[in-house]
């Protein structure tokens, strides 16, 4: 079985200052991992994946995350943040071994709401 | 343009009374799924399809029909709405899961969905 936990429900930052939003999955296969944003009022907008080629992730707004199998992390994170990155972040994981239960299937977190304040 | 759609976008039902909502991909893919989201739970699973022809149930399929006749199509189906159906819903297509270059989900609009 496939899990993913966000470690922060909330997260405020300053803008310019650093984010880091953490998560933690388990899966029994080897796993893809995501992260999605989902701006107010909006639908769901891929901003990174890992594959197996790289464990540091660079994504779209100068967001990246780092696979640390070791730990089991898969956290998100940017040198400096801009009001336009409020929105909630979700960690996702997601079983590729043909033939398994959850293939397929995304497992979510709960998701971090990201605040950023002038 | 390459998206997932779905229709209606904002819908207020009654109990019990039948409805549809469609979804379709242009990407020819071959995976496509249904999920519903509720404030703290993130998204969940109600059914996939790993094609034509081959639907599944996910963690939260009960009240909950789906049907997969064509590629392109996937349709969630409240054959009697609850109340706690209320949600807001998304649809989503992969080419395949199970090859890394290919196992991104594409995400449709979203669903808003009442139920009174």
């Known amino acids: 079985a496939q899990s993913v936990t966000q470690l922060d429900s909330h997260v405020s930052v300053s803008e310019g200052t650093p984010v880091l939003l953490r998560c933690n999955y388990s899966?029994?296969?080897?796993?893809?991992l995501f992260w999605y944003v989902q701006h107010p009022n909006k639908g769901l907008q891929l901003l990174l994946k890992y594959t197996s080629a790289a464990t540091l992730v660079k994504g779209i707004n100068g967001f990246e995350a780092e696979f640390k199998k070791s730990e089991t992390s898969f956290h998100l994170t940017k040198p400096s943040a801009h009001m336009s990155d409020a929105a909630e972040y979700f960690c996702v994981v997601s079983d590729r071994e043909a033939g398994g239960t959850s293939y397929g299937k995304l497992t979510f977190g709960q998701g971090t709401i990201l605040t950023v304040h002038p | 343009e390459a998206q997932v759609t779905q229709n209606p976008r904002y819908l207020i039902t009654v109990t019990g009374k039948k409805l549809t909502v469609t979804c379709s991909q242009n990407m020819n893919h071959e995976y496509m799924s249904w999920y519903r989201q509720d404030p703290g739970l993130g998204l969940r699973q109600i059914y996939y399809s790993m094609n034509v022809e081959v639907t599944d149930k996910g963690d939260v399929p009960e009240g909950y029909k789906v049907s997969r006749k064509e590629k392109r199509n996937f349709p969630l189906i409240l054959e009697s709405p609850s109340p706690n159906q209320t949600s807001l819903y998304f649809c989503a297509s992969s080419l395949n899961p199970g090859v890394e270059e290919y196992n991104e989900q594409f995400f449709g609009p979203g669903t808003r969905l009442t139920v009174l």
């Open positions: 899966s029994s296969y080897s796993p893809s």
